[in-house]
């Protein structure tokens, strides 16, 4: 295995070096690792490869700065230097291929005005440049938080692979629970697979934002091997980690996790409210059908919440849409009764609710209630754009009786 890592580490494949890197971490104080990581150092050329092997071999005792003297200057790039000279090195970063624009937003963001630093942080993941990039993976060693906090979303928004190693790192190093909220979302941005692990690790965090968050960056991964870890989470004690653990298994082709979102809704309060999020979210068939079986079972509060939200889902089935006319009935005074008997009546061409009830009498109950919904849409399609529905519904029921007898 350890061999296999170490000529990875020698390949002429950039890709295959920057996945060798990560996996040699284990093995940084063997004395042949470190040898390897020394010459693969000095004549590594991607940044963030480099730096990353800079902070193994620092981690396993090794001078750099003496190693980079001795081999002649050669890796000299001075955006590696240690952070007691930063300042001069982002100052001395070449800037003559990059835009105007892309240059005044570098010195608002190196500028001790944080406010201002942080908005052209912001601004800079706009432009795609590696030269950006470089710049931004040296603002994540800034020791103000909100300058390393909004430089690691914008290398997430960047999209450009070569940060990866640094956003590994600090997923090893950070610290401050606010940036870790970003930087699992970063990681999943430039990521994929192969990150699952170290993302999922942040589950495990006291932060709630961080948990919610780490299951947000799943989702954007978008892998069934998150799904084990995400489970779990919907016993977590907080409503909106526990809402986002259900959105993502149900995009996941868990079925079962409906009934887990109508637990959470009956709960009632934040927990409800969290619940509904995500089923607003999935506007499926399913999420609706799970708001009409708890709405007349919560608080007129958590009702309205479902109305709203069921207003806002386009497909819908029959049994919904009735379900959403008398909720909206009841409240606004609209006689209940009269509701029914107009459901009763349904959108049958010439129907009534007499024939309603006698066919219901005959057979059973339930089975002709989802077989007259489903009927009420085939009906409309057909009907759509007659004029004479009257006449040609009782032709099509005469029909009907002509095929059975």
Avoid at 89 to 118: F, H
Avoid at 260 to 289: H, P, V, Y
Wanted: charged share 30%; net charge neutral; with cysteine.
């Amino acid at each position: 295995m350890l061999e296999k890592i170490l000529e990875d580490l020698r390949s002429p494949d950039e890709n295959m070096r920057k996945m060798a890197v990560r996996k040699v971490i284990p093995y940084v104080n063997n004395p042949q690792v470190v040898e390897v990581l020394k010459e693969v150092y000095l004549r590594e050329k991607n940044v963030a490869t480099k730096f990353f092997i800079k902070r193994l071999l620092e981690k396993a005792g090794v001078d750099v700065k003496s190693l980079t003297s001795s081999a002649g200057g050669r890796a000299t790039d001075p955006r590696l230097a240690d952070s007691s000279s930063q300042a001069s090195t982002l100052s001395s970063t070449p800037k003559s291929t990059l835009p105007a624009v892309v240059q005044e937003l570098m010195e608002k963001a190196r500028g001790s005005n944080e406010d201002e630093a942080v908005e052209a942080i912001k601004k800079l993941a706009e432009f795609p440049y590696e030269e950006v990039c470089d710049f931004l993976i040296e603002l994540t060693y800034s020791q103000s938080r909100k300058k390393r906090l909004y430089a690691v979303q914008s290398l997430g928004l960047l999209g450009i692979k070569k940060a990866l190693p640094r956003l590994i790192e600090m997923a090893n190093t950070e610290k401050d629970d606010f940036v870790k909220a970003t930087l699992v979302k970063a990681l999943a941005r430039l990521g994929g697979v192969g990150e699952v692990e170290i993302v999922a690790r942040f589950l495990k965090e006291a932060d709630p934002r961080v948990r919610a968050n780490t299951i947000e960056a799943l989702e954007i991964i978008s892998n069934p091997a998150a799904v084990k870890y995400v489970i779990p989470m919907l016993q977590d004690p907080n409503p909106r980690v526990r809402a986002n653990a259900v959105r993502f298994l149900s995009k996941m082709g868990r079925a079962d996790i409906l009934e887990e979102l109508k637990k959470l809704i009956q709960e009632g309060g934040n927990t409800a409210k969290a619940a509904l999020f995500a089923i607003k979210q999935m506007k499926s068939r399913d999420a609706a059908s799970v708001l009409v079986e708890v709405v007349d079972s919560v608080a007129e509060g958590i009702k309205q919440e479902i109305i709203k939200i069921m207003e806002e889902f386009a497909d819908i089935s029959e049994e919904v849409k009735w379900k959403l006319t008398e909720l909206k009935g009841v409240s606004s005074g609209v006689s209940t009764s009269k509701i029914k008997d107009e459901r009763q009546v349904g959108a049958s061409s010439g129907g009534s609710s007499g024939n309603f009830e006698t066919v219901a009498e005959v057979l059973d109950p339930d089975k002709f209630r989802r077989l007259w919904i489903k009927q009420q849409d085939l009906l409309r399609e057909l009907l759509e754009g007659v004029k004479d529905r009257k006449k040609v519904a009782e032709a099509f029921f005469a029909l009907v009786l002509e095929t059975i007898e």
